[in-house]
């Protein structure tokens, strides 16, 4: 991925777990997804869970798989610190468990796995296809990729606002619904939900302060010039009983 993003989401390792609301939600219904697609919990298995964050969904996925051999990543350092803190009881009794620095975009997975999960980490990858590829063949017999994503739809209350000043929102393009249908293709079996969560804030400059401080601000790499953001802001002074309604669009998806 591109330098920004662990520069990003380092920045807020210490505020992360405050501000997350909405990665928070995500995390507990892709746990209700995860424990209704995967059979079979009990038995011991080798699990790889792509960018953990401060461990939102790490934490259920610890007590959910008691005798499974976990790999925990994220790309930033100051991420998997924070979770190690958060699960540092549970990892402690696990046999041949670790952390580890991984950038998902290298699509560099080596050894076989039973289970690969990933939250809210898919739509800030920008070759996916290759990444699919790589994780179908490092999935044993019957292994399952499971992870959510964003959808094209998301935050459009916000580009709304950056087009009315006449400039774009510098965010990830991300995916329609049959766009996500034929990246994971690779594998012929599949099964999704698509979910709509809405955050309501007192104005757009609230929105934008809080998506600073969970790092996915900027999440394109492109900086907003001051100008721009001023005239963004701008639209929060011109009627100051509007609330802002932040926008997700949510997929969770089971691939075997």
């Not at 330098?3 to 380092?10: G, I, T």
């Not at 790309?75 to 468990?97: G, K, P, V």
């Not at 757009?204 to 963004?232: A, D, S």
Request: with cysteine.
């Amino acid at each position: 991925m591109d330098h920004v993003l662990p520069q990003n989401f380092s920045r807020s390792a210490s505020t992360y777990a405050a501000a997350a609301e909405f990665q928070r939600f995500a995390a507990g219904r892709l746990y209700a997804f995860v424990e209704r697609e995967v059979p079979n919990r009990q038995r011991s298995a080798r699990v790889l869970e792509l960018g953990c964050g401060t461990g939102f969904l790490t934490i259920g996925l610890l007590q959910l798989f008691p005798n499974a051999r976990f790999v925990i990543s994220d790309i930033s350092d100051e991420m998997l610190h924070r979770c190690r803190e958060q699960t540092r009881e549970s990892m402690a009794e696990r046999f041949d468990s670790y952390f580890e620095r991984y950038d998902i975009a290298e699509a560099r997975i080596e050894k076989q796995y039973d289970l690969i999960l990933s939250a809210l980490a898919f739509q800030w990858v920008p070759n996916l296809d290759a990444v699919m590829a790589n994780i179908r063949e490092h999935l044993r017999p019957d292994g399952r990729l499971v992870f959510s994503t964003l959808l094209a739809g998301t935050y459009s209350s916000l580009h709304r606002a950056f087009r009315t000043v006449g400039a774009s929102y510098p965010g990830p393009r991300l995916m329609t619904e049959d766009e996500l249908l034929k990246t994971c293709a690779v594998f012929p079996h599949l099964e999704r939900e698509c979910l709509d969560y809405t955050e309501a804030y007192p104005d757009i400059r609230q929105f934008l302060k809080r998506i600073q401080l969970t790092g996915t601000g900027n999440g394109g790499g492109t900086p907003v010039p001051v100008g721009t953001l001023r005239r963004v802001m701008a639209l929060a002074d011109a009627d100051p009983t509007a609330e802002y309604l932040a926008d997700y669009r949510i997929a969770n998806v089971c691939c075997w």
